[in-house]
Nanobody, 126 residues
Framework: QLQLVESGGGLVQPGGSLRLSCAVS????????IGWFRQAPGKEREGVSC????????VYADAVKDRFTISRDIAKNTVYLQMNSLKPEDTALYYC???????????????????WGQGTQVTVSS
């Protein structure tokens, strides 16, 4: 059964940290790329980060570079997004998604992916 399930969201103060998890089933993380996207109320969805299936190469949006880190544990079928130095503008519903392009050594966050999780809410507020 193909599935992506996000977890780890919550309420955090500015400057704090959260780690999001994306648990996948029905496919392997060393074949397909996974992306993290977010959507704030009243705003368009935007790409945050991705990790390629082949080689685990990573891409980050400028807004999160040097603050967020994407990683994966292939054995656990899980992709993580470590978010540090969080800002109020990081508040959004965060989704993970899979790109069905197999064995790609690169990934992109500039286009929608093929299958999505249900999302996890991240709220950064004092």
């Amino acid at each position: 059964q193909l599935q992506l399930v996000e977890s780890g969201g919550g309420l955090v103060q500015p400057g704090g940290s959260l780690r999001l998890s994306c648990a996948v089933s029905g496919f392997s993380l060393d074949i397909y790329s996974i992306g993290w996207f977010r959507q704030a109320p009243g705003k368009e969805r935007e790409g945050v980060s991705c990790i390629s299936g082949r080689g685990g190469n990573t891409v980050y949006a400028d807004a999160v570079k040097d603050r967020f880190t994407i990683s994966r544990d292939i054995a656990k079928n899980t992709v993580y997004l470590q978010m540090n130095s969080l800002k109020p503008e990081d508040t959004a519903l965060y989704y993970c998604a899979v790109d069905w392009t197999a064995y790609s050594p690169v990934c992109t966050i500039r286009r929608p992916y093929d299958r999505w999780g249900q999302g996890t809410q991240v709220t950064v507020s004092s």
